[in-house]
């Protein structure tokens, strides 16, 4: 009787051990399919074009954009606002802005980018391009990934594109006044900047200088009012191969 009693206990024993082991292993993967799904719905805003947005994510999360949307042939509507703010995680609250400054928050989603703007549609121009779900958030789909750490505008009447940071190197173009750059890198008072919203994205050095960052105007405030005159909304004038008259 004893013997048997030694068996059984020791029967007994062995199948708990397999139960806990499995019990573990069971937790186990459990945990790593939880992080991957969470990681896969929630990754970090990215630097990028998603349809009519573009946006640059700095190294400390500063998030810089333009909105520009066309529509109709020969009498076209045009909707165009910036947005500057800071991500944490996988969303950036922002504040954007034309002839007012409304707030707003730029979500990364998979495949591509939430972005919501409370009234929106009261930007200049955008009363009949962008949908009234602007203000409880449109889905805008990636179209390429850029390495953009900040957008800029040229402020200078002419930016001469150079194929390395010199002005010994050779000439790829011109930039004028008013067109938006994606800066890629910076370099003894360089900086190697892309195109924005080309069909053929162009990438070339300009002198640092020669760019400004995108901030509201002064006299924006954040009540909502509309000013006198829009901010400029201009987002590209790209001279390849040449320079203009």
Not at 13 to 22: G, P, W
Not at 32 to 40: D, F, H, K, P, Y
Not at 98 to 109: A, E, H, N, Y
Request: charged share 20%.
């Amino acid at each position: 009787m004893e013997i048997v009693t030694n068996v059984w206990s020791v029967v007994t024993k062995n199948i708990v051990m397999r139960h806990q082991a499995l019990l573990k292993l069971n937790v186990t993967a459990l945990w790593i399919l939880l992080v991957s799904v969470t990681s896969a719905s929630a990754g970090e805003l990215k630097s990028g074009v998603y349809e009519n947005l573009a946006i640059a994510v700095g190294r400390h999360g500063a998030v810089v954009g333009v909105y520009k949307e066309n529509q109709g042939e020969g009498v076209t509507k045009d909707c165009s606002f910036f947005l500057r703010g800071s991500s944490a995680n996988n969303e950036a609250r922002v504040m954007t802005w034309s002839d007012r400054l409304l707030p707003g928050t730029v979500k990364d989603i998979p495949g591509g980018v939430d972005l919501k703007i409370n009234n929106g549609t009261d930007h200049a121009g955008c009363g009949l391009v962008l949908l009234p779900q602007i203000s409880t958030g449109i889905v805008l789909e990636l179209v390429r990934l850029t390495k953009w750490l900040d957008l800029q505008e040229i402020i200078a009447e002419r930016a001469v594109l150079h194929l390395v940071p010199s002005h010994k190197g050779k000439l790829k173009g011109v930039l004028r006044k008013g067109a938006l750059v994606g800066i890629l890198r910076q370099k003894d008072g360089w900086m190697q900047v892309e195109s924005v919203f080309e069909p053929h994205s162009t990438v070339g050095w300009i002198r640092s200088r020669e760019a400004g960052q995108l901030m509201p105007p002064n006299s924006l405030d954040a009540d909502d009012q509309p000013l006198s005159s829009p901010a400029k909304t201009t987002t590209h004038c790209l001279y390849r191969e040449g320079y203009p008259e």
